[in-house]
């Protein structure tokens, strides 16, 4: 059947989405009431049409700003560097961070081609040149590309005068030591801290 | 963001899909060409719009009656009586039957108020009183209610002159007996099948 094939493979080419997957959530839309299937779609196509990024930040955006750059509470001292929009997601749902965010658009890949041109780091060299801006906390993602993504904007944004930090290193917090890798665990024993 | 938090809320009514998957999933889509998230709506309205029940098996078609019942190479006289559309592909994926198939639309399920007068036991019936099938072959889950449907089935064809028979039970084929579960192991030994 084409029209379920075709609905198949394009929830197969979703992230994580196996075949099976794939196969089991079309054969369940299927058998919905047919404004189930619409619905979804409706909200496909709106995010289309509307979401971009932001003018600012690079985060994602319903207007020429995103929420995040429009609140004027948010501090523009603290500038927080992340690969990807979920990021920013992650960190506003840990409530911990009230400063403001700049989103690369990825992370350094030279193995899939992508290198610093395809990020957004002239618009962070702008925004730090720009004034204000008193520490830029470097949060890529603890990969390898991660790793190499904040060491070279770390190296881009040095002598500019502003504060540059990552985010801590060690054990999770509620994890076991035994499911703790080896590379976590020597982050954790050299970053150890003196409690008395 | 409203447009992103629906796309989010769709896809977290999706089985075995939660919130953190859907935000996940939404995140890519969002940082995808508009034209992949058109492509997948336009998919889906297709379906919505395509898609409808077979009038003889109520396999999933896109015409009056599906690939499998207008086939004329599919032998008439093997009836596979299945809970419902995924069946039928799991079933022809394996390859190994010819016969026609009988979608009931579900499975007796007395606790969530599913009754026979839910499944198409009438359409059922009248295919056997019809003449022409030889054997009904009863393929329902593996499940408590598979089995409560499949007895239920058994009971409603019983006396009208056809072969009823039900698919082993036994090892899955490549398991291990370790994560074999205990009824299955059961089945298997009450069922065991003399070799030499």
Same mark, same amino acid.
Not at 90 to 103: Q, S
């Given at each position: 059947m084409a029209a379920l094939d075709d609905l198949v493979a394009e929830f197969a080419r979703l992230p994580g989405i196996g075949r099976k997957t794939a196969q089991r959530l079309a054969f369940h839309l299927v058998q &919905? %009431?047919?404004?189930?299937?619409? @619905?979804?779609? &409706?909200?496909?196509?709106?995010?289309a049409e509307q979401v971009r990024p932001c003018g600012t930040c690079g985060n994602l955006a319903e207007a020429e700003l995103c929420d995040l750059c429009r609140d004027p509470r948010r501090d523009g001292t603290l500038?927080?560097?992340?690969?990807? %929009?979920?990021?920013?997601?992650?960190?506003?749902?840990?409530?911990?961070? @009230?400063?403001?965010?700049?989103?690369?658009?990825g992370r350094l890949d030279p193995l899939q081609g992508v290198g610093p041109e395809a990020l957004r780091l002239d618009a962070l060299v702008r925004r730090v040149e720009g004034g204000g801006v008193r520490e830029v906390i470097l949060a890529t993602n603890p990969?390898?590309? #991660?790793?190499?993504?904040?060491?070279?904007? &770390? &190296?881009?944004?040095?002598?500019? #005068?502003? @504060?540059?930090? @990552?985010l801590a290193?060690?054990? %999770?917090? #509620?994890?076991d030591l035994e499911y703790v890798d080896g590379v976590t665990l020597a982050h954790a024993l050299t970053a150890r801290q003196d409690v008395g």
């Open positions: &919905q %009431p047919g404004e189930r299937l619409t @619905r979804l779609a &409706q909200a496909l196509v709106t995010v500038l927080c560097v992340v690969e990807d %929009p979920a990021a920013v997601a992650v960190l506003e749902r840990a409530g911990e961070f @009230r400063g403001r965010y700049h989103v690369l658009g990969s390898m590309e #991660g790793e190499v993504t904040a060491t070279y904007v &770390q &190296q881009l944004l040095a002598n500019r #005068g502003v @504060r540059i930090t @990552r290193r060690g054990l %999770p917090v #509620g994890g």
